[in-house]
């Protein structure tokens, strides 16, 4: 799993892995949670619509294994660890390893207001600025990935070597 602050990279990262992975013949899936939970309205007792992502993630990966995956890659904001029991009910037997992307806040704040050009960044980076000091907490990732200023390509190379999908 990727995961990080808001603007930080995890679905660029995500899509970089998925490219590597194809060209090292890895059968694999890569999914963003975020983009399967995008459902309006959500639930007033679960305003990130976790349960829809859930039950959709559950039924993607059985249809990616029955498919041939044999890895699933995933991208995320991640507060807690405790929140991957979500995930592991979704996908029954995984061993998961959290790989965070890294960038300091002047990078994220740069990237979300390139990327909410014509929109209202405000609350993007309310959020990006919480989330840098939470996830330095320790406890969330297992290895962690500067994702700040070299070519995507490295990072997902990277993250890719840390937990052992490529020499």
């Given at each position: 799993m990727l995961t990080g602050p808001?603007?930080?990279?995890?679905?660029?990262?995500?899509?970089?892995?998925?490219?590597?992975?194809?060209?090292?013949?890895?059968?694999h899936a890569a999914v963003d949670l975020a983009v399967i939970g995008r459902a309006w309205p959500a639930p007033e007792?679960?305003?990130?619509?976790?349960?829809?992502?859930?039950?959709?993630?559950?039924?993607?990966?059985?249809?990616?294994?029955?498919?041939g995956a044999e890895r699933l890659v995933l991208a995320r904001v991640l507060e807690a660890r405790?929140?991957?029991?979500?995930?592991?009910?979704?996908?029954?037997?995984?061993?998961i390893t959290v790989v965070r992307l890294r960038a300091s806040l002047p990078i994220l704040e740069a990237r979300i207001r390139h990327r909410e050009q014509g929109g209202n960044p405000t609350?993007?980076?309310?959020?990006a600025t919480y989330l840098v000091d939470v996830m330095e907490q320790p406890g969330i990732a297992d290895?962690?990935?500067d994702n700040e200023r070299g070519p995507i390509a490295?990072?997902?190379?990277?993250a890719l070597r840390l937990v052992g999908w490529l020499p």
């Amino acid at each position: 799993m990727l995961t990080g602050p808001v603007g930080v990279g995890k679905s660029t990262v995500l899509s970089e892995i998925a490219q590597l992975l194809t060209q090292a013949n890895m059968p694999h899936a890569a999914v963003d949670l975020a983009v399967i939970g995008r459902a309006w309205p959500a639930p007033e007792d679960d305003p990130w619509n976790e349960r829809v992502i859930h039950r959709n993630l559950a039924c993607m990966w059985a249809n990616f294994r029955d498919a041939g995956a044999e890895r699933l890659v995933l991208a995320r904001v991640l507060e807690a660890r405790s929140l991957l029991r979500h995930v592991e009910a979704a996908v029954p037997g995984a061993a998961i390893t959290v790989v965070r992307l890294r960038a300091s806040l002047p990078i994220l704040e740069a990237r979300i207001r390139h990327r909410e050009q014509g929109g209202n960044p405000t609350w993007f980076l309310k959020v990006a600025t919480y989330l840098v000091d939470v996830m330095e907490q320790p406890g969330i990732a297992d290895y962690v990935v500067d994702n700040e200023r070299g070519p995507i390509a490295d990072a997902a190379a990277q993250a890719l070597r840390l937990v052992g999908w490529l020499p």
